[in-house]
């Protein structure tokens, strides 16, 4: 079974900057797209943003379209999430996810346990 597991969460001020990261280990070779979803209190988790295999397609919520940007480091089993000119309602639990889909299909089979993001106004 694959496993994910976040990092870089904490409390940034609005207009900030973070970067999550989430590393696969076990059975990585099962992974193709890898995507990072969030979830705030008392709302559904909600897409942020995903990234192929190699990393030539992305793809992004409208609501993050401009100030995050998310890359790869297969090497590293590694995929990050930077987030720029955050915003107070960026404010959520972060989770990194994984699957062997390709990146239209949306679906993910493996889930980290997320990383607290807050963004202060």
């Known amino acids: 079974q694959v496993q994910l597991a976040e990092s870089g969460g904490g409390l940034v001020q609005a207009g900030g900057s973070l970067r999550l990261s989430c590393v696969a280990s076990?059975?990585?070779?099962?992974?193709?797209?890898m995507g990072w979803f969030r979830q705030a209190p008392g709302k559904e988790r909600e897409f942020v943003a995903a990234?192929?295999?190699?990393?030539?397609?992305?793809d992004y919520a409208d609501s993050v379209k401009g100030r995050f940007t998310i890359s790869r480091d297969n090497a590293k089993s590694t995929v990050y999430l930077q987030m720029d000119s955050l915003k107070p309602e960026d404010t959520a639990v972060y989770l990194c996810?994984?699957?062997?889909?390709?990146?239209?299909?949306?679906?993910?089979?493996?889930w980290g346990q997320g990383t607290q993001v807050t963004v202060s106004s």
């Open positions: 990234i192929n295999w190699s990393g030539a397609s992305t």
């Open positions: 076990r059975r990585t070779f099962l992974i193709n797209t």
């Open positions: 996810a994984g699957g062997p889909y390709t990146i239209a299909v949306r679906r993910y089979d493996y």
